[in-house]
Nanobody, 124 residues
Framework: QVQLVESGGGLVQAGGSLRLSCAAS????????MGWFRQAPEKEREFVAA????????YYADSVKGRFTISRDNAKNTVYLQMNSLKPEDTTVYYC?????????????????WGQGTQVTVSS
């Protein structure tokens, strides 16, 4: 069983950058596609970005396209979300998720494993 632990969240001013990390432990996560989602209080979990098992395919929500970059290092069992040009509306809890198989998905219910989340706060 793979366990996911996010880190890298924090407080940043608008226009700043943060890099989130999601470390997988338990066994190799090279057989998993990975995704990042975010969820504000009383709102549904929202897709942010996803990456295929190999890293060769990525996909982004329109709201973050051009500002966020997802990547992975299978040797380190870690997936990253580089967030640039942050906006106050990016403030929320970010979750990484693992989906067994090679292909990513934008649907949160298609992911098998979730991390505990990391808070990102962007001040104006």
């Amino acid at each position: 069983q793979v366990q996911l632990v996010e880190s890298g969240g924090g407080l940043v001013q608008a226009g700043g950058s943060l890099r989130l990390s999601c470390a997988a432990s338990g066994r190799t996560f090279s057989g998993y596609a990975m995704g990042w989602f975010r969820q504000a209080p009383e709102k549904e979990r929202e897709f942010v970005a996803a990456i295929s098992w190999s890293g060769g395919s990525t996909y982004y929500a329109d709201s973050v396209k051009g500002r966020f970059t997802i990547s992975r290092d299978n040797a380190k069992n870690t997936v990253y979300l580089q967030m640039n040009s942050l906006k106050p509306e990016d403030t929320t809890v970010y979750y990484c998720a693992a989906r067994y198989g090679t292909s990513w998905s934008v649907f949160n219910y298609e992911y098998d494993l979730w991390g505990q989340g990391t808070q990102v706060t962007v001040s104006s």
